[in-house]
């Protein structure tokens, strides 16, 4: 067995779906390499064709994954999964019919089929109400209470406004004021996903973290045109979406590959030694800190304090 079979296949293939799906460019074969771990085994031969098996199964189940240019000279090609190809159009649901479809995604009946169809319907539509990877976990794997995640999609069905308690990886709690507009199960999480009123942005929430219940504050607003659910829960473990960021230095020479890395990383300046000042989505933090172990003594975390805790572990455990 090769070093790359000990990851679990469907746990690859999902990894590699939602690498594709998020890079902002076509990605080579090297650079996914460097990015999962599977594909980073140290024969790259046998890295090679485990890579291309996956290609084929997912191309087997319709997953639209291509071989394009990365530059307009052709020097060199990547790969990616073209967003409007591989999610389903947004399909809309009345209250009833919502609930109904909930219900037979939990329920765990005799007729896998139905229970398939159910799972398409709520976790394929891309910028309805429920959005997720298809064939994903289903609902009653979720860490969320089961009562939330009604009131929460009912909440964002009628584009209501809500306003709930938060608690963020760092164990920070505070009130969220929120125009609900969709929810995306990802990663075994359900997200409610709005326009946060404090923060004027569009934020998505993990239903584990609120606290109590939502409390309704009327009349929401509308999504924007073009709004798409998923783009702000994104996925894989080497990211996250959400209020939980981490601020990590970046050396100039290192930069450009971490923004590339961390969809949804921002550059926010540079310290007075010309280090990059990056912030980072991150709900994971063993996840992140083994990813920021890849850039040796070119990362280094500022905040928060129990990221730069976890790295410091990882690194001490290396050296034990």
Do not use: C
């Amino acid at each position: 067995m090769g070093e790359g079979d000990r990851a679990e296949p469907l746990e690859r293939l999902l990894n590699l779906v939602g690498l594709l799906l998020e890079t902002p460019k076509p990605m080579t074969f090297e650079e996914i390499r460097r990015v999962l771990e599977p594909y980073g085994q140290s024969n790259p031969e046998s890295a090679k064709r485990m890579f291309e098996r996956d290609k084929d199964v997912l191309r087997e189940f319709g997953v639209p994954l291509e071989l394009v240019d990365v530059d307009v000279w052709g020097t060199e090609q990547g790969y990616v999964i073209p967003k409007d190809r591989y999610y389903l159009q947004e399909i809309a649901f009345e209250p009833d019919e919502l609930g109904a479809l909930l219900v037979a995604a939990q329920s765990g009946g005799q007729d896998p089929a139905a229970e398939a169809g159910a799972r398409k319907l709520l976790y394929g539509a891309d910028g309805g109400i429920l959005a997720g990877l298809a064939g994903g976990p289903l609902a009653s794997g979720s860490d969320a209470r089961s009562n939330l995640v009604h009131a929460a999609a009912e909440a964002a069905q009628e584009l209501r406004r809500v306003r709930f308690s938060y608690r963020t990886s760092q164990g920070q709690e505070g009130e969220r004021d929120v125009d609900a507009w969709a929810m995306v199960f990802r990663g075994g999480h359900w997200y409610l996903v709005g326009s946060d009123r404090d923060r004027d942005d569009v934020r998505a929430f993990r239903l584990s973290r609120i606290v109590g219940e939502l409390a309704d504050a009327g009349e929401g607003s509308v999504p924007p045109e073009r709004f798409r659910a998923a783009d702000h829960v994104q996925s894989g473990p080497w990211v996250a979406a959400g209020d939980d960021r981490a601020t990590v230095l970046f050396s100039p020479a290192r930069t450009w590959w971490a923004l590339s890395q961390f969809p949804g990383a921002t550059q926010v300046g540079t310290d007075d030694e010309g280090w990059t000042i990056v912030e980072l989505p991150m709900a994971d933090e063993d996840a992140t800190a083994a990813l920021l172990l890849e850039y040796g003594p070119d990362a280094v975390v500022r905040s928060p304090a129990s990221l730069r805790d976890a790295v410091i572990a990882r690194l001490e455990a290396i050296g034990a």
